[in-house]
């Protein structure tokens, strides 16, 4: 009987890094996608694709909600976090802003929120985190399948920076992050990966 992986190859959780998908992945909805990891752990896995804007602003959106804000929001398009639960917004922020009602603190100083109260505190001067982005649905994967894709070469993973995570250049942002681990997105083969 084999020990299935549960975690990343050296037995960390890969939550605080990004994935960043290879050439040649299967599925469409992760093409050049960037991935933060919010939660890793032996049954589960979940992440916010950081480059997938959709056609709908954070003021747009706040507005149909019936948020009321007491600042002029900036024009930042809403993301396409992932596949799972499209309709559910997840807030990923800087960690100046806390929900007691449910912030998930995740590393190096960025938290996740999914409930209402965050996105009142963006559209206030007072509250609002120094850094967010709004993405509706999140990339979700059951017990060892992230590693198994990991092993499959799937994924590369880097150290996330404020600019990959919050930076509004959506179109460079995978180039972006392969340059930071030394990755030419030129030299990588099509035939890499197989999600």
Same mark, same amino acid.
């Given at each position: ?15 605080? #890094? ?34 997938? %804007? ?19 929001? %900036?024009?930042? %398009? ?58 509706? /649905?999140?990339? /979700? ?18 150290? %996330? ?32 990966? #197989?999600?």
């Amino acid at each position: 009987m084999t020990e299935a992986l549960t975690l990343h190859e050296d037995g960390e959780s890969l939550a605080g #890094r990004l994935l960043i998908a290879m050439p040649g992945i299967e599925d469409p909805r992760f093409e050049r996608a960037v991935i933060y990891v919010c939660a890793h752990g032996e049954e589960h896995a979940m992440g916010i694709t950081l480059n997938r %804007p959709l056609e709908i602003t954070l003021p747009d959106l706040l507005t149909r909600l019936g948020v009321k804000t007491d600042i002029v929001l %900036p024009e930042q %398009p809403v993301l396409f976090g992932g596949p799972v639960e499209r309709e559910r917004g997840f807030v990923l922020h800087t960690d100046d802003y806390v929900s007691p009602e449910g912030t998930l603190e995740i590393s190096g100083g960025v938290a996740l929120t999914a409930t209402r109260d965050v996105l009142e505190a963006m559209g206030s001067q007072a509250r609002r985190p120094r850094r967010s982005l709004l993405a509706l /649905g999140y990339a /979700g994967w059951g017990a060892g399948q992230l590693e198994q894709e990991l092993k499959q070469n799937v994924w590369l993973t880097c150290e %996330p920076d404020e600019t990959l995570l919050f930076g509004d250049d959506h179109d460079h942002k995978w180039a972006a992050a392969l340059a930071k681990i030394g990755v030419s997105a030129g030299s990588l083969s099509s035939l890499s990966g #197989r999600a």
